[in-house]
């Protein structure tokens, strides 16, 4: 069975050369990061808080590849099917920028340690809800992360993962029902 959802397959090509772009300093009409305006009070909390770029940076990326280890499980379980074959493509998206932000600040790019170590999934159900877990989870790190780093390119990547996220999410969800 293909369930065939052309608009997240077109929106994770869309929003994965806008992340590529962004994270080798491009830039890319699709996807605009905006800059907040000054704040010196914020600025101050972020530094308070601030972990090192390297540690944020990983943490984001090791979290890609559980995503990415998810859903290559489900396809691996119920075949090349929607809404996997674009959230998988987007995902490795989002893991090619991690690598260009990660070569940008001369960061060794970590072996892949969740790669076919994932349980696969019993059905296309259970594996959907698999998909909105990695998402949600993948989701909760970034934003929790985003508080730690004022790194403009891990921000950037970050931003263009919850876009593509929300845009990916809904047809997890509905598979999921």
Do not use: H
Request: hydrophobic share 45%; aromatic share 2%.
């Amino acid at each position: 069975m293909r369930i065939r959802l052309a608009g997240p397959a077109l929106l994770a090509g869309v929003l994965g050369a806008a992340l590529v772009s962004a994270a080798c300093g491009g830039s890319s009409t699709s996807a605009t990061a905006t800059t907040p305006p000054s704040n010196p009070q914020v600025s101050q909390q972020a530094a308070a808080t601030a972990r090192p770029v390297k540690d944020v940076i990983l943490e984001s990326v090791n979290e890609a590849y559980r995503s990415r280890a998810t859903y290559q499980a489900a396809i691996t379980k119920v075949g090349q099917v929607e809404p996997f074959v674009s959230t998988l493509a987007a995902e490795n998206t989002v893991i090619d920028a991690w690598k260009a932000v990660l070569d940008k600040n001369t960061i060794p790019v970590p072996v892949d340690i969740f790669n076919g170590r994932v349980t696969a999934p019993t059905d296309l159900k259970t594996a959907c809800q698999a998909g909105v877990a990695a998402v949600n989870e993948e989701t909760a790190t970034n934003a929790r992360l985003a508080k730690d780093t004022s790194n403009a390119d891990a921000l950037k990547v970050m931003s263009d993962q919850q876009k593509a996220a929300q845009a990916l999410l809904a047809p997890l969800q509905k598979c999921a029902q």
